[in-house]
């Protein structure tokens, strides 16, 4: 253990995190185009860990051995509106670097472990993506479609033979919609769909018994299987109060239906000794 006296600064660490965004407004067909660039920088870092079966998130705050992450994001985008303003259409890029990125190493125990910084490794990560969106904003039927495409991977030596792997978050396929519908000026009923593929999951390829303990081998790339994609469908109903004079506030009741098709989807997965 190493000990420090009353005052004295254990570490530190300084970091700028400059930021450009650019806008070319094109008035003749009511669009414009934006980019952008950021540099930024976090100290307290999270390590994801689904080995066990549930999914395990730890935060590390940086000290001499965990440095800052660091990342760099570009964007570009192409912004649209029609119908008088009525629909606002786009399309954005972007492409992500970190540096400084962590993750838990192979067979990493996290159960009572004291020293549970002693478990990670330290690399680096990319992402990229492409989002469109479609949205109406007025009227008595509004909402928004949206879909997102992008991937997220690590390189951290010592984790899938130091080869590219896929992140806890690299979900390519992202798609939302939204439904809302005004039946009068008092209710109001909404609907929104949401899908997204599968989260990265690492599943052990075979086993070995150690007295009378039976201990998973994990082997070859991370992350390299998924969950089953995960969808689900909300709705929900508002009604809202009377408004009165001699009263200066307006109340609203709410009903809504959580995953209204009953969707199993997975949040954890065990095996198990037949």
Do not use: C
Not at 37 to 47: E, K
Not at 158 to 166: A, V
Request: glycine content about 8%; charged content about 20%; overall charge positive.
């Amino acid at each position: 253990s190493t000990m420090y006296g009353k005052g004295e600064i254990y570490n530190t660490y300084f970091a700028v995190e400059p930021r450009v965004g650019l806008v070319f407004v094109i008035p003749s067909i009511g669009s414009s185009v934006k980019a952008a660039y950021s540099h930024t920088s976090q100290s307290v870092l999270l390590g994801s860990n689904s080995n066990g079966g549930m999914p395990l998130d730890v935060w590390f705050p940086v000290n001499k051995h965990i440095k800052p992450q660091h990342s760099d994001q570009y964007t570009i985008g192409f912004f649209k509106n029609f119908l008088d303003n009525k629909l606002e259409a786009s399309v954005e890029v972007y492409y992500k670097t970190i540096s400084n990125l962590i993750d838990f190493k192979d067979n990493a125990q996290l159960i009572a472990n004291y020293n549970i910084e002693t478990e990670i490794l330290t690399g680096k990560g990319r992402s990229y993506g492409i989002e469109l969106l479609l949205r109406k904003n007025v009227g008595k039927v509004t909402g928004w479609l949206s879909y997102t495409y992008s991937r997220s991977f690590r390189t951290v030596k010592g984790i899938s033979l130091d080869q590219e792997y896929r992140s806890p978050f690299d979900r390519p396929h992202n798609f939302v919609a939204v439904l809302s519908y005004d039946i009068n000026d008092r209710i109001n009923v909404s609907a929104n769909w949401i899908y997204n593929t599968g989260q990265p999951v690492p599943y052990p390829s075979g086993k070995m018994q150690y007295g009378n303990k039976l201990i998973p081998i994990y082997s070859g790339e991370r992350n390299g299987y998924r969950y089953d994609d995960y969808h689900r469908l909300d709705l929900s109903a508002t009604i809202k109060g009377k408004e009165r004079k001699r009263i200066p506030w307006r109340g609203e009741w709410n009903f809504s239906v959580y995953n209204a098709y009953g969707r199993k989807n997975t949040w954890a997965v065990f095996f198990s000794q037949d």
